[in-house]
């Protein structure tokens, strides 16, 4: 579900998601070249490839509550995230309480706290 990393934790990867079988609920949040962050949602479903963007922080969910979902997930090489910036206020802000709950396994009131004011953050700066 996660890009893979380097050793700073800056993703490195784009993904390929080929939907093997059952319907997927996918949220994909990026930073665009305007500088803003988008959430896109969208549904796909057998025998449909999804593409996730280098650095584009995303997941997904079974979009069925009674048929079991598989995904084959494939990375290309490493290669350097351009703009250094892994947002990571708007990328928990993108996901769900319940999510991150879930993921966590702690209360969902644990995320009360998480800053909605989104800016970038910058890890590194090439000059």
Same mark, same amino acid.
């Given at each position: 579900?996660?890009?893979?990393?380097? $050793? +700073?934790?800056?993703? =490195? @990867?784009? !993904?390929?998601?080929?939907?093997?079988?059952? /319907?997927?609920?996918?949220?994909?949040? *990026?930073?665009?070249?305007? *500088? +803003?962050?988008?959430?896109?949602?969208?549904?796909? !479903?057998?025998?449909? #490839?999804?593409?996730?963007?280098?650095?584009?922080?995303?997941?997904? !969910?079974?979009?069925?509550?009674? =048929?079991? #979902?598989?995904? #084959?997930? =494939? %990375?290309? +090489?490493?290669? /350097?995230?351009?703009?250094?910036?892994? *947002?990571?206020?708007? +990328? #928990?802000?993108?996901?769900? $309480? !319940?999510?991150?709950?879930?993921? %966590?396994?702690?209360?969902?009131? @644990? %995320?009360?706290?998480?800053?909605?004011?989104?800016?970038?953050?910058?890890?590194? $700066? $090439?000059?």
């Amino acid at each position: 579900m996660a890009a893979s990393a380097n $050793r +700073t934790g800056i993703p =490195t @990867a784009w !993904e390929l998601n080929y939907i093997i079988s059952g /319907k997927a609920k996918w949220t994909i949040l *990026g930073t665009h070249p305007d *500088g +803003t962050y988008h959430n896109d949602v969208f549904e796909a !479903e057998q025998g449909d #490839l999804v593409f996730a963007p280098q650095g584009y922080f995303h997941y997904f !969910e079974n979009a069925s509550a009674d =048929t079991p #979902l598989d995904v #084959l997930v =494939t %990375f290309n +090489t490493s290669a /350097k995230e351009p703009n250094d910036d892994i *947002g990571i206020v708007a +990328t #928990l802000n993108s996901l769900p $309480r !319940e999510v991150l709950a879930a993921s %966590f396994g702690i209360p969902v009131s @644990a %995320f009360a706290d998480i800053p909605t004011d989104i800016k970038p953050v910058v890890i590194t $700066r $090439r000059r």
